[in-house]
């Protein structure tokens, strides 16, 4: 089981690499733009269409598993920091199990909205150029299915007291939450 973490741990790690990427692709595509526009007064065809449609979906879907893993979700505390350990476990497990079935239900939709949107090759249209953004569709079911997958992994770690493997420490958590 420990090494089924680390390889969760590794796809987090993988997803928040690209995510940094994609970062530095779209300040250097908007700075490139910007500098098109006002220097020489010729911008760069689809910016507005490449930032919305791809480089903000990827950072947006593609982080959910990275904040699963570094349980960097926003969590009020405040009552169940009173009650015992044994109850907070209770609490963290049932939160992580329902979080799971929600992120399920959106990878469903997502994948069933890429198949969609793939299959009639969706595009949209900036100026005079028409840019394909069917791919983008695909960020949603593929970060909400690593997401799902590290909640309930750490379900069945937590139920079971085996060690998780991935890069999150109770310690860390603890840190997080502070």
Request: charged share 15%.
């Amino acid at each position: 089981m420990y090494m089924i973490g680390r390889v969760l741990s590794f796809l987090a790690k993988s997803s928040s690499l690209i995510g940094a990427i994609c970062v530095i692709l779209m300040m250097l595509h908007v700075t490139a733009d910007v500098v098109g526009r006002y220097v020489f007064n010729t911008p760069l065809p689809g910016t507005i269409v490449m930032v919305a449609n791809y480089y903000m979906i990827v950072l947006v879907f593609i982080a959910l598993g990275v904040a699963e893993e570094k349980r960097s979700h926003i969590s009020v505390e405040f009552l169940t920091d009173l009650m015992p350990q044994r109850v907070q476990t209770g609490f963290s497990v049932f939160a992580s199990a329902l979080t799971v079935g929600v992120v399920v239900v959106l990878m469903i939709s997502g994948w069933t909205e890429a198949v969609k949107k793939t299959n009639i090759g969706a595009t949209m249209e900036q100026g005079s150029q028409r840019i394909e953004i069917w791919q983008s569709y695909w960020m949603v079911p593929l970060g909400a299915a690593l997401m799902a997958l590290i909640a309930a992994y750490r379900v069945i770690t937590v139920l079971t007291g085996w060690r998780n493997g991935l890069n999150e420490t109770d310690e860390n958590a603890k840190f997080i939450s502070d």
